[in-house]
């Protein structure tokens, strides 16, 4: 669906199958800021001038579409970060300065790293304790485990919303129905989910939510921290310095009102502008049309790598797998597989994907990863199956598999 808008994908031999490391970018996007820089380009929150308004009213406008977008209750909810990483490191690190030691967080098995090691980081600073949510077999959270690694103290559960491993969808309701009665806020990874789901901050009821710009058809160096404004009131900021002070002695400060006060410095003004584009696209070529294809595309490609023969895959393999499919072929290196793939044209990865300690579960070094965005479809996944039983066949006559 609207490859043609996409440059660096139309008229392109290449098959695209990363987009859960990256999106490529639409023509709209590509062109908002290139206008930007070409006719806008000013500081915000600063000048007084026309070029420093406009800039800090487009700046603004982005903050609202994302408002929107999200369907937040007020802009003041929606800080501009670098990304999920910036996002998840400055919650864990400021949430967890307002705990007491021994106090509890709750994670899960398939975190990304990014929402892992800033908790790791942030309990050994202030003595919490992280418990994790186990995964099964199939991929899946096991919420009774959930309940079993309860404890008294857990004042925090953070879990991503897709497995970017292995796609599963996660069961936020219930995690946060859960936590919610025992009166426990709930942050949710949404890198993988935001430009695959309808994300109603409100209908869902988390506390805090994370995305990057660029893994929804904007540019890199954008993301966003949601949070409940009650929540981000009791937060403190990370960095100081311009645009997120009130008043400023040579002995303190006091802040700025939210969510200025957590955007310290020149922030990054174009790629903000550019994110509120991409969900301006996302949103005009219908979100509910194309969370349908990704899912139509996932069942497509769990059935058609099923279909041959030697490929073991990994994850639920039903209707909760959405935009991500690992597996791994034979007995060879995933390495390998995507070298093979790679000279035939395809673009996917292989590796840990952030997420050692769910690689370690599945009991593998590494998996191939192939991850579908808009712009993909069945020839794409035809293509893949095509390369893969080449490549099969290849090892087979050398009698390697
Ligand atoms: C990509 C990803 C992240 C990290 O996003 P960055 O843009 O690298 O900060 C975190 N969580 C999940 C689930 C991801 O897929």
């Known amino acids: 669906m609207f490859k043609e808008e996409f440059p660096l994908l139309a008229g392109n031999s290449l098959t695209y199958l990363d987009s859960a490391a990256t999106t490529q970018k639409p023509e709209a996007v590509l062109q908002r800021l290139d206008r930007f820089y070409g006719k806008e380009n000013a500081n915000v929150h600063r000048a007084l001038y026309p070029l420093g308004d406009g800039a800090t009213a487009s700046y603004e406008e982005s903050r609202t579409r994302v408002k929107h977008f999200l369907n937040a209750p007020s802009s003041r909810e929606i800080v501009f970060t670098s990304g999920t990483t910036g996002s998840l490191n400055f919650l864990a690190d400021s949430f967890g300065e307002t705990l007491s030691r021994g106090d509890h967080i709750l994670l899960s098995e398939m975190e ?22 186990p995964v099964n077999e199939k991929g899946r959270l096991d919420l009774s485990g959930m309940r079993r690694n309860w404890h008294e103290k857990t004042k925090l559960v953070s ?19 859960f936590a919610h009665g025992k009166g426990v806020p709930v942050a949710v990874d949404a890198a993988q989910s935001v430009s695959r789901l309808p994300i109603d901050v409100q209908e869902l009821d988390c506390d805090f939510l994370a995305f990057s710009g660029h893994k929804i058809y904007g540019p890199t160096g954008i993301g966003v921290l949601y949070g409940k404004e009650h929540l981000l009131e009791r937060l403190s ?11 400023v002695s040579l002995e303190e400060s006091t802040w700025a009102e939210l969510p200025q006060r957590f955007e310290a410095g020149t922030p990054p003004i174009a790629e903000a502008v550019g994110l509120g584009e991409a969900l301006n696209w996302l949103e005009s070529r219908g979100r509910a049309g194309i969370s349908q294809h990704e899912s139509l595309l996932t069942a497509y490609g769990i059935e058609k790598l099923r279909s041959l023969e030697g490929i073991e895959l990994y994850g639920t393999g039903e209707e909760d797998q959405l935009g991500v499919i690992s597996f791994n072929m034979g007995g060879l290196h995933a390495h390998d597989t995507v070298q093979f793939l790679s000279a035939g044209d395809l673009a996917l990865r292989a590796g840990h994907h952030c997420a050692q300690p769910l690689i370690r579960k599945l009991g593998v070094p590494s998996t191939v990863r192939a991850s579908f965005a808009v712009y993909n479809d069945t020839s794409d996944i035809d293509r893949l199956a095509e390369v893969l039983a080449e490549t099969m066949n290849y090892f087979r006559k050398k009698g390697v598999l």
């Open 237 to 247: 900021p990370r960095f100081g310095g311009g645009s997120m002070i009130s008043s």
């Open 159 to 177: 879990v991503t919303h897709i497995s970017n491993l292995l796609g599963t969808v996660n069961p936020l309701e219930e995690i946060i129905d």
């Open 112 to 133: 990304h790293h990014s929402n892992l090691v800033p908790w790791q980081m942030a309990a050994k600073r202030y003595g919490l304790i992280l418990d994790f949510i």
